[in-house]
């Protein structure tokens, strides 16, 4: 009887079904900079900021290639395998960059690289959905590119001691960026954390230094101790660079804050070659191979953690891979048939 009258109270009149505040036909220009106005209201650091930025250019270059309009009802699926496909096989890196040589031109991302810019267009599509915005994220329906995890290459003691030895430590240039290095290795911060480090963020009475939260990757500010040794360099620093009155620490020989670039260029360009090391050297291996170097020396994980600023053990655990000549000592050290065999396992004496 009450289904009945509810019949007839519906008779004649339209049934909602859809929501009047998310249209198909909208602008993704226009509701990115609501991503990112939001974003940057909600503290997130400018260089997450630029790379929202970067990847979603990346995107609007393919739809603009392929000659798609920029709206939301253009966005499915099928378009975005093919967007992964052209990422992987097509994409020219840095193709119309006036200061990279040919060789940085390499074709086609990493499936690593790939995934990490699919991450970040699945999170805008997912805000959108939360803000109302849209009612479909087809992002979640797209699969990460499947890769297996080679292993990640990390200087040894050596190689860090051959690098150490190459800049002149009797020009200015040549001694800061010793003691850059040196200050990379012992804290494991982040260029643009050190970068960024001012002389009243160094505390010489705890050889520590305060990464804050305006610098800092995820916004939190921490405490990083240095060496002794260290903390010496960075003293001589400072006295070598009080002529330039300004109040960042790593400056260039005109007396401003020096540039990531700047210093990636100085190690590339002359350090790596002057110390005869194969590998691709870049300021972020420092961080990682100290990390790894800290691990193989018995430090704790979760010291470590603190130390790099991860708020998750995960994010730890995926760049601090143990080199197969550490798991091989540790191994030989730990095995369970040390103490199954014991003392049967001593190597015999043979005669001559």
């Known amino acids: 009887m009450l289904s009945e009258k509810h019949s007839e109270r519906r008779k004649g009149k339209r049934v909602k079904s859809t929501r009047d505040n998310i249209a198909s036909n909208q ?11 939001t974003k940057i209201a909600e503290g997130r650091a400018v260089k997450t900021i630029e790379k929202y930025r970067l990847i ?10 392929h000659e798609i309009g920029r709206l939301v009802e253009n966005i499915d699926i099928e378009l975005i395998r093919k967007y992964v496909s052209w990422l992987l096989h097509d994409y020219v890196q840095f193709e119309h960059h006036k200061f990279k040589p040919d060789y940085a031109k390499k074709i086609g991302l990493s499936p690593y690289t790939t995934n990490d810019y699919l991450k970040n267009l699945r999170s805008f599509f997912r805000f959108l959905i939360e803000e ?7 992002f979640e329906d797209v699969k990460n590119v499947k890769f297996t995890d080679s292993e990640i290459v990390v200087l040894t003691p050596e190689e860090l001691k051959r690098l150490l030895d190459t800049p002149d430590k009797r020009s200015y240039a040549g001694f800061r960026d010793y003691v850059l290095m040196t200050f990379l290795i012992d804290t494991m911060t982040r260029i643009n954390e050190a970068l960024s480090l001012k002389v009243a963020d160094i505390d010489f009475v705890n050889n520590t230094i305060n990464v804050r939260a305006i610098v800092a990757k995820n916004r939190k500010s921490r405490i990083v101790p240095f060496q002794k040794n260290t903390a010496k360099l960075l003293k001589e620093l400072i006295k070598e660079t009080e002529e330039f009155e300004n109040e960042y620490l790593f400056l260039a020989n005109y007396g401003e804050r ?4 700047h210093f990636r260029n100085q190690l590339r360009r002359h350090y790596v070659k002057k110390a005869n090391i194969t590998k691709r050297v ?9 990390a790894t170097l800290y691990l193989e020396s018995g430090g704790d994980i979760r010291h470590l953690q603190l130390l790099l600023g991860h708020a998750d053990l995960r994010m730890v655990m995926r760049y601090t891979h143990l080199s197969n000549k550490a798991l091989q000592e540790q191994h030989e050290k730990y095995s369970p048939m040390n103490q199954v065999v014991g003392k049967l396992n001593k190597s015999r004496k043979i005669k001559r």
């Open 56 to 65: 979603y250019g990346n995107f609007c270059k393919y739809l603009d290639g």
């Open 27 to 37: 602008s993704i220009d226009t509701l990115f900079e609501y991503y990112c106005e």
């Open 132 to 138: 109302d915005k849209i009612s479909n994220n087809p």
């Open 282 to 290: 870049h300021p972020h291996l420092f961080r990682h191979t100290g």
């Open 258 to 261: 020096l540039t990531p670039n």
